[in-house]
């Protein structure tokens, strides 16, 4: 790390509270400590699995904000999630006009996968930057 990116991390370090802009499945996500992210259903995770993300757009505090270019590098920061619940979203109508009088109904609700954000953390020089898988 330079000089530079090593007072600008320490700076960020002293601050108690995070935010991270974090991408899954090429959508973004504004969360903070114990937020919950509901996204599109992710069929190989387990409830309980624990995830880490690594494709931050950008992380800070009130008073500093490091972003990525177009992401942060993942030895500088680590942020995990677990997986809450798997469920479907309520059913949404769908109307497929025909002819006068034969309008078709169709029901459908798509499924979603729940995350808590468990963790959000500056590394030090020398810790974090290792991924799993």
Not at 32 to 54: N, P, Y
């Amino acid at each position: 790390w330079s000089d530079k990116t090593e007072s600008a991390l320490a700076l960020l370090r002293s601050q108690n509270r995070y935010f991270a802009i974090v991408e899954i499945k090429r959508k973004p996500f504004f969360v903070h400590l114990r937020d919950m992210i509901i996204t599109d259903r992710m069929k190989d995770l387990q409830i309980g699995d624990e995830l880490i993300l690594d494709r931050v757009r950008e992380i800070g505090s009130d008073d500093f904000i490091l972003r990525g270019n177009p992401y942060v590098d993942p030895k500088y920061f680590t942020l995990k999630t677990v997986v809450i619940e798997h469920t479907p979203s309520m059913k949404m109508l769908t109307i497929h006009k025909k002819r006068v009088g034969k309008d078709k109904l169709r029901y459908n609700h798509a499924h979603h996968t729940m995350l808590r954000v468990t963790e959000i953390s500056i590394n030090e020089r020398g810790t974090g930057g290792s991924l799993i898988g």
